[in-house]
């Protein structure tokens, strides 16, 4: 774990995978076809460990409010754990087992994973995503 932040909440426009997040990257592709640019523009995946739904999601701020016809949604605000993940494209498939990792650096914290919020994925560049987990 690298730090807790507290976040607000993000309003986004986003793809639901048609497989969890095995198809994470044909949701991400679905989402980016429609946009015109992906530079300043915040990309995030949503995974929802209840019910294993995973959405590819890019922020809708003043600069960019076009939904471009996908859902409008949110990415609910709270304290989140976080951890930063170089090369990141050579390595999703360890983004479950580094998420597992994060939640037993949280618990060993005495800090609780608040369930009742998705999984965040933020790809803050095609070398650095952050993962953030919910915690109360």
């Known amino acids: 774990m690298d730090s807790i932040q507290q976040i607000e909440s993000i309003v986004v426009a986003r793809v639901k995978s048609d497989n969890g997040p095995k198809g994470a990257s044909k949701a991400f592709s679905k989402l980016e076809s429609k946009m015109k640019s992906l530079k300043e523009r915040k990309m995030y995946g949503v995974f929802n460990s209840k019910t294993g ?9 003043k600069e960019h409010q076009d939904s471009m016809g996908f859902e409008v949604s949110q990415i609910p605000g709270g304290k989140y ?3 930063k993940i170089e090369n990141w ?3 999703t498939n360890e983004i479950s087992s580094l998420f597992e990792f994060l939640a037993k650096g949280c618990e ?3 800090l609780e994973v608040d369930s009742t919020r998705p999984h965040i994925e933020f ?11 919910p915690v109360k």
């Open 53 to 61: 739904e995973y959405f590819a999601c890019v922020e809708l701020d």
């Open 123 to 133: 790809y803050r560049s095609f070398k650095e995503l952050i993962l953030m987990l």
């Open 108 to 110: 060993a914290n005495g």
């Open 81 to 83: 754990a976080k951890k």
């Open 89 to 91: 494209a050579s390595r």
